[in-house]
């Protein structure tokens, strides 16, 4: 959800959801992980959702890029 960030704040842009990854940028886990999100979901389902939350890094709006590591199952989908 989006949080309340006052009166005075200066909301400018929003979310697009841009496939072009720059050239050379690797996805590659954390040598210590944030955390872990098990899930299950069925062979036979039609698939779901599971919602993570990624909180920004800098104290600003930033641009961010979202993948999996290589290996990771093909099935696997990530939008904004």
Same mark, same amino acid.
């Given at each position: 959800g989006m949080e309340n960030? *006052? +009166? #005075?704040?200066?909301? !400018?842009? *929003?979310?697009?959801e841009n496939s072009d990854? =720059?050239? /050379?940028?690797?996805?590659? =886990? &954390? @040598?210590? %992980? #944030?955390?872990?999100? %098990?899930?299950?979901?069925?062979? $036979? @389902?039609? /698939? *779901? #959702?599971?919602?993570?939350?990624i909180k920004p890094f800098? !104290? $600003?709006?930033? #641009?961010?890029? &979202?993948?999996?590591? +290589? *290996? &990771?199952? +093909? @099935?696997?989908?990530? @939008? %904004?």
């Amino acid at each position: 959800g989006m949080e309340n960030l *006052g +009166p #005075d704040a200066v909301m !400018m842009g *929003g979310i697009e959801e841009n496939s072009d990854i =720059p050239a /050379g940028m690797e996805f590659v =886990p &954390a @040598s210590v %992980p #944030d955390g872990e999100f %098990p899930f299950q979901v069925a062979a $036979s @389902s039609k /698939g *779901g #959702d599971f919602e993570i939350e990624i909180k920004p890094f800098c !104290m $600003s709006f930033e #641009d961010y890029f &979202a993948a999996f590591a +290589p *290996g &990771a199952n +093909p @099935s696997l989908k990530v @939008s %904004p």
